[in-house]
């Protein structure tokens, strides 16, 4: 089984610019998250959706960020405009909440520069 | 509050020696899983471990282990024989379940570095 695909895996931009991520889960996985990793905050939950419903978006840092999950198949993460403090390593993980578990998958990530 | 803390920010070993990764935690809840994820130099996130709040048995996989002590909410990892290619950043997290989906509370993790 394929896991968590990420996209790009490197974006680099210009402040002001619009920055898309994009996240396929695992499929059969109901949960899907966002996570920003830097230097000075680690790692840290953006948002994350149930059954494609945003369930609890608190740690989105501001209104330039959003994020969607038109199906269960694809999620995406919208910096809109970008800032040099956006940089960081985005993370998407899944999970299947058939498991008692709720193991989280991660993907590879994407490096996120923005000069 | 949910918190996992990791007091060591970084630990230098030389090949061979053992190393403990410490791990505190802090929740409310009486069901709750702890992981610990290794992420190597080259970025991604590796899964090693799980462990549930009612399972407090140490678990061993070839020269992991794990120590989960809920007396002290505790959940250290000991490298045994350190290689180099255990060099990378530990996290460690906690999942508070429940209508959760298994969101993850991370560590601030440990950058360990294994010298030949």
């Known amino acids: 089984d394929a896991g968590v695909i990420q996209s790009p895996r490197h974006e680099v931009t210009e402040m002001g610019q619009e920055v898309t991520l994009r996240c396929k889960p695992i499929s059969g996985h109901d949960y899907l998250f966002w996570y920003r990793q830097t230097m000075m905050r680690g790692l840290e939950l953006l948002i994350y959706f149930n059954n494609n419903v945003p369930i609890d978006d608190s740690g989105m840092p501001e209104d330039r960020f959003s994020a969607k999950m038109p199906n269960a198949s694809f999620s995406t993460l919208k910096i809109q405009p970008s800032e040099p403090r956006d940089s960081a390593v985005y993370f998407c993980?899944?999970?299947?909440?058939?498991?008692?578990?709720?193991?989280?998958?991660f993907g590879p990530g994407t490096r996120l520069t923005v000069t | 509050a949910q918190k996992v803390t990791q007091a060591q920010t970084e630990i230098s070993v030389v090949e061979k020696e053992d190393v403990t990764l410490d791990c505190v935690y802090e929740?409310?809840?009486?069901?709750?899983?702890l992981f610990w994820y290794k992420q190597p130099p080259s970025g991604e996130l590796v899964f090693l471990i799980r462990?549930?709040?009612?399972?407090?048995q140490n678990e061993i996989s070839g020269r992991y282990s794990w120590n989960f002590q809920k007396s002290t909410s505790s959940f250290n990892f000991t490298i045994t024989a350190s290689q180099v290619v255990d060099s990378a950043v530990y996290f460690c997290?906690?999942?508070?379940?429940?209508?959760?989906?298994?969101?993850?509370?991370f560590g601030q993790g440990t950058e360990l570095s294994v010298k030949p």
């Open positions: 462990r549930n709040s009612f399972d407090e």
């Open positions: 929740t409310r809840d009486t069901t709750y899983y």
């Open positions: 997290a906690l999942s508070e379940v429940y209508n959760q989906g298994g969101k993850l509370i």
């Open positions: 993980a899944s999970s299947f909440s058939g498991r008692s578990s709720y193991e989280q998958y």
